[in-house]
């Protein structure tokens, strides 16, 4: 069956170090995987998308890498900061163009001061 | 802001009844998506509307129907509710343009209560 997971519900880490959060899936090839960022009772809001032929992209403080051999995403924060904290979410689109999207059940992240 | 909205923000409602969740997407995106978000389940695509036609369908049960209206604002229809249907329902759009790998935006979401 197709699964999309994120590596645990909830992760605690001290201000100023890299949070590094994993995202699985099975059984997809997707086109294109996203993160998105959550606060409490509010919708998702895009941080970064990641092409299939691309392993790396980088946005101030973010970075995502995809390897498509592993099934698999990593999102880093760096030098992170207790505003950070937030439900992040990974999403992939099996096809280009607008088509709907998988979401992982999400990492809860808590930054520490 | 994402320029995305959605009516009413909280819904409470009884078992059985029938209730309409609104959405105006954000200007100029022709794309409208539908997602049921819940504790267990985490935010699942429920169906998706381009240019007014039906686009793509994920697990939207039968007693849900959606619509998009020539204004490009979309309407999703919860009818014989159950306990279980109580979620956060959000609308997402996005870009249209041929072959493109758009993220999409969301809106605040509305919370659906069914007692």
């Known amino acids: 069956s197709q699964k999309i997971e994120q590596n645990s519900e909830a992760l605690n880490i001290q201000e100023g170090k890299t949070a590094t959060l994993t995202c699985n899936y099975t059984?997809?090839?997707?086109?294109?995987l996203q993160w998105y960022r959550q606060d409490p009772g509010r919708g998702p809001v895009f941080l970064l998308l990641i092409r299939e032929n691309e392993k790396e992209k980088r946005k101030e403080r973010l970075k995502v890498t995809f390897d498509t051999t592993l099934k698999q995403s990593l999102f880093h924060i760096t030098a992170s900061q207790p505003a950070d904290s937030a439900t992040y979410l990974c999403a992939l689109a099996q096809d280009s163009g607008n088509t709907p999207l998988v979401f992982g059940k999400g990492t809860r992240l808590s930054v520490i001061a | 802001d994402s320029g995305v909205t959605q009516t009413p923000k909280h819904l409470i409602t009884a078992t059985g009844q029938r209730v309409t969740l609104r959405c105006s997407p954000r200007s100029g995106d022709l794309s409208v998506y539908w997602y049921q978000q819940s504790l267990d389940q985490g935010l699942q695509f429920l169906i998706q509307y381009y240019n007014g036609e039906e686009r793509a369908k994920g697990n939207i049960l039968e007693r849900f129907s959606a619509q998009q209206f020539p204004d490009l604002h979309s309407e999703l229809n919860l009818s014989s509710l159950e306990l279980g249907d109580s979620a956060l329902y959000f609308c997402?759009?996005?870009?249209?343009?041929?072959?493109?790998?758009?993220?999409?935006?969301f809106g605040p979401g509305t919370r659906l209560t069914v007692l």
């Open positions: 059984n997809y090839s997707p086109a294109y």
């Open positions: 997402a759009s996005s870009v249209t343009a041929g072959t493109s790998y758009n993220e999409q935006f």
